[in-house]
Each structure stands twice: as C-alpha cells, then as structure tokens.
C-alpha cells in the first residue's frame, strides 16, 4: 500500500494550498478517507474524512475553512486549505478512517508564516 501526500509549502497567513494524495495497493472506491496531522512532539490528529460516497466531517479547528474531495477514477484524495492560519502549520498525511497502521507516508509539511 502506498499513500503519497503531496502540495505543502510554504504560505502566508490567510493563502490556500491544495494537498493531494495518491493511493495505490488499496481498494480506494470504498474505503473512507482521511487527512490527518501532527505537530511537532504531538500525536497525528484527523483533520478530515470522507466517505466512499462523498460525505464528509471536519475538525472544529478546521470547519468552514478546510474542503476534503476524492476523485475514484484517480484513486486520490483532496484537502483544499483556505485561509491558512500558522497554528495549521503541520505535517499532513492521509491514511484510510480508521488509519491503517502500515500505511502512513511520508507526509507533506504545510508551514504557514509571514
């Protein structure tokens, strides 16, 4: 199983970034998905998840701001971040919900500073 999370950077307070995140070795149509992260010296967090069908939940922290999509046919999985803040400054994973344990990437770092 492979889930490569790719699109971090680095973004000024209140600028997007779109993640995506490729899988492969999974049945993708009909697992949920999810995007998580972790801050440096914390445990990873869900941040948000979407089912085979479309519906989706969110985070508090991350609610009205975050936008989880999938696309079936490209077997990947979307995190659009609107109006960035530096406390979402993080390494993003995504991983099947609940997560699989051997199927966590590398990650990608999203640092939002001025």
């Known amino acids: 199983v492979q889930l490569q999370a790719s699109g971090g950077g680095l973004v000024q307070p209140g600028g997007s970034l779109r993640l995506s995140c490729a899988a492969s070795?999974?049945?993708?149509?009909?697992?949920?998905m999810g995007w998580y992260r972790q801050f440096p010296g914390k445990q990873r967090e869900l941040v948000a998840r979407?089912?085979?069908?479309?519906?989706?939940n969110y985070a508090d922290s991350v609610k009205g701001r975050f936008t989880i999509s999938r696309d079936n046919a490209k077997k990947t999985v979307y995190l659009q971040m609107n109006s960035l803040k530096p406390e979402d400054t993080a390494v993003y994973y995504c991983?099947?919900?609940?997560?699989?344990?051997?199927?966590w990437g590398q990650g990608t770092l999203v640092t939002v500073s001025s």
């Open positions: 991983n099947t919900q609940p997560p699989g344990p051997d199927y």
């Open positions: 070795g999974i049945v993708f149509s009909i697992n949920i």
């Open positions: 979407i089912t085979s069908i479309g519906s989706t």
